[in-house]
């Protein structure tokens, strides 16, 4: 009868702690896996403005969580044009303008996106210009009159990076 007390005392122990651990990890966790992005040895908040990356160079962002969990996340590059002007130009013969016309516009083609499990790298191009995003957007047809915008000069550029399990996103405005 001894160590059947016993046994039953430890089991009970064994239950109370692993609970005790339950209880920590849900509340300290908050039972989530904590995704997070990282430039360097900088932790990125959810949302960042400001940013400056080196042109004609890969950048490498680091993306994990603190569980230690597998990253599954997806990564996009969109333009910005509220600091644009309502800039003109010629799409096929007919009148448009860059708020309109690339407002939000996915060009994360043109920054050369690698991603892999623990980080992910992208290219900025020097040379990439208004004109360039435009013909990316409407490779067939025909445009005409465009002005020019220095796009290193202001945030025209937004990388967003999604965990695709805890559906969290952290927002970098970046030029």
Excluded at 37 to 55: H, L, M, Q, S, W
Excluded at 97 to 123: Q, R, S
């Amino acid at each position: 009868m001894k160590a059947f007390s016993k046994a039953i005392t430890w089991l009970l122990v064994v239950v109370v702690l692993l609970g005790v651990f339950g209880l920590l990890y849900f509340f300290v966790g908050n039972g989530q896996r904590n995704f997070y992005v990282r430039y360097g040895n900088t932790p990125i908040p959810a949302r960042a403005d400001n940013y400056e990356f080196e042109k004609n160079a890969y950048t490498v962002i680091e993306c994990g969580t603190l569980t230690g969990q597998k990253v599954e996340y997806s990564v996009t590059v969109t333009f910005d044009t509220k600091d644009i002007s309502e800039t003109a130009f010629n799409l096929n013969d007919r009148a448009a303008n860059y708020k309109y016309e690339l407002y939000g516009y996915d060009c994360t083609e043109l920054f050369n996106v690698a991603i892999y499990d623990d980080c992910f790298m992208f290219y900025i191009p020097q040379d990439l210009t208004v004109a360039k995003i435009l013909q990316h957007r409407y490779p067939d047809d025909t445009i005409t009159g465009v002005t020019e915008v220095d796009l290193w000069a202001k945030d025209y550029f937004v990388l967003t990076v999604t965990d695709k399990v805890e559906r969290k996103s952290t927002v970098i405005s970046f030029h």
